[in-house]
């Protein structure tokens, strides 16, 4: 096998929404990279692990033909892929592995503002612009109605004002695009984030256990994200109450204070935000010299 061959690939967008935050997602997995001239790939130098820079589009079929080990893409891309796929009489090849709570948008029905929208009925025998038609496709059949689906590939938000669609159905993130072309959003059809998706295709022991790696780490980031260490101190007999207050957090670590007679020092890691009301709820219970820490990384 030569040695590119046991590097791995992961497919990452090359510009949009999703791009920055993939890259600092991996730097912080401790990946260091280099981009080559041409910003179609990026050479991991620390690790061999490689970026394939790609349209959005185009990740999922090759994560699920096997080029590339894992790809970060949008649920919403990865569902109209597998759809078209159960279309062609194909299963997909990949499998989502976490969410990255990155790239929150919706893929959502919009009307023209001066259009009168009265439910879903409104949808019947109307032309919807989208780029989604597999997606959009299945909503309508689920829902029993018929309409025209008109493809187009991009500006979807433009078809509306050309004549070419009476509703578009189309990702919205901060609505601006749509309140610029004087849209409104009318049915919310899916939730979308930007997710991890790894091939199906039988790794080498090698690079299975470097996706291993880099999925574990990527865990470790992604749970440290939502964490927070909180250190405070106590008399003993508040600990039960103390350990009630603190979100989400296990066997809290609680160490006698020299010289202090009953009181403690409790530090607790909180696998969830830790609010100035949690703050002031521990300190009521008796809790002083509060500290509320980020966390860096983790590893269970
Ligand atoms: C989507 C969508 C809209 C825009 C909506 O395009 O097609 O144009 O984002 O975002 P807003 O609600 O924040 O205005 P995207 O950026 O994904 O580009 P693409 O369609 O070319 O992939
Ligand atoms: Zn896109």
Redesign the pocket.
């Known amino acids: 096998m030569s040695s590119s061959a046991q590097r791995i690939k992961i497919a990452v967008q090359k510009s949009?929404?999703l791009t920055d935050h993939s890259f600092d997602l991996l730097e912080r997995c401790g990946l260091k990279l280099r981009k080559s001239k041409d910003h179609l790939f990026c050479y991991g130098e620390n690790m061999p692990i490689d970026l394939l820079l790609v349209r959005?589009d185009d990740i999922p079929g090759l994560v699920s033909d096997d080029v590339c080990d894992l790809g970060i893409v949008g649920l919403n891309v990865v569902e109209e892929k597998r759809l078209a796929r159960l279309a062609e009489g194909h299963e997909t090849l990949f499998d989502k592995v976490y969410d990255l709570d990155f790239g929150h948008?919706r893929l959502s029905l919009a009307a023209p503002d001066d259009c009168e929208y009265r439910g879903l009925e409104s949808l019947k025998d109307a032309r919807i612009a989208t780029?989604y038609v597999n997606f959009l496709r299945d909503y309508l059949t689920k829902n029993g109605i018929s309409a025209d689906i008109e493809y187009f590939s991009?500006a979807?938000?433009i078809a509306p004002k050309l004549g070419k669609a009476d509703f578009i159905c189309?990702?919205?993130?901060?609505?601006?695009?749509?309140a610029a072309n004087g849209l409104r959003e009318v049915e919310v059809l899916m939730h979308s984030e930007a997710v991890i998706v790894q091939t199906r295709a039988p790794l080498s022991d090698d690079k299975q256990d470097l996706v291993d790696r880099m999925l574990q780490r990527l865990d470790g980031v992604l749970q440290a994200r939502g964490s927070k260490y909180v250190m405070l101190h106590a008399p003993r007999s508040a600990l039960g109450e103390i350990h009630a207050l603190l979100p989400g957090s296990e066997a809290p670590t609680v160490v006698p204070l020299d010289g202090a007679g009953d009181k403690v020092a409790v530090h607790a890691v909180c696998r969830e935000n830790v609010f100035w009301e949690t703050l002031e709820n521990l300190k009521a219970a008796g809790a002083s010299s509060l500290l509320v820490l980020p966390v860096e990384k983790m590893l269970a």
Do not use: F, M, W, Y
């Not at 189309?170 to 749509?178: A, E, Q």
């Open positions: 949009g929404r959005d948008c780029s991009g979807v938000e189309d990702l919205v993130s901060t609505g601006g695009t749509l």
